[in-house]
């Protein structure tokens, strides 16, 4: 072991700091959406990819269960989106997919993603152009991203930059917080409407 200490010495302390330097405020502005969200009787789509895809799978469970807001992600319907790819192409895949669910103004997309896309450097296009599509009707937007945000972080109307203390390591925190906001997100006293079966059983 070297003078700075074990990988996972290391990566637990970046943890840690990452957890200090998050901002409350920006959490409970997420928070605030959500609930406006479910008393207009609005929607959440949850987009990603790659990690944020199965983060959002994960999460449109615990929104309709534990906060009763109707949720839907791209991803959780393989046949759909593959078909939108090779018929429409990649780029457009969640734009049109949003288009098809009849995306209004009620609802919100809420993104998880590394980088938060970016059409300059054509990275996670589909995520620029789905954002792009629920601006245009008024749909508000909420998100969880690393690095600089990208494109998320401009258009949103809250968003969560998980702070880089590692360059090494921006993809694994940064995943692994999507996580701990959407699960204190969706705890909240404000938004939780049903019961975790675990905080249910008595001891």
Not at 25 to 48: C, D, H, P, T, Y
Not at 128 to 143: R, T
Not at 176 to 200: D, G, R, T
């Amino acid at each position: 072991m070297n003078n700075e200490g074990t990988y996972v010495e290391k990566y637990l302390a970046q943890t840690a700091r990452i957890t200090e330097l998050i901002d409350p405020k920006i959490v409970e502005k997420m928070v605030n959406i959500v609930a406006q969200v479910r008393q207009s009787s609005g929607r959440l789509f949850f987009i990603g990819v790659g990690g944020g895809a199965g983060n959002a799978g994960h999460a449109v469970n615990d929104f309709r269960k534990i906060a009763g807001i109707e949720s839907y992600s791209p991803t959780d319907n393989v046949s759909e989106l593959t078909a939108r790819i090779n018929d429409d192409g990649w780029d457009s895949s969640f734009a049109n997919w949003l288009k098809g669910s009849r995306i209004n103004s009620k609802d919100c997309v809420f993104v998880f993603s590394v980088g938060g896309g970016n059409a300059e450097k054509n990275i996670s296009n589909n995520l620029v152009q789905a954002l792009k599509c629920a601006k245009e009707v008024g749909a508000k937007v909420v998100g969880v991203v690393g690095r600089d945000g990208g494109y998320t972080a401009q258009v949103a109307d809250a968003a969560v930059i998980i702070p880089t203390v590692d360059p090494e390591t921006v993809t694994p925190h940064t995943e692994s917080f999507q996580a701990v906001v959407w699960h204190m997100i969706v705890s909240h006293p404000s938004l939780k409407a049903n019961e975790m079966k675990w905080e249910s059983v008595k001891k």
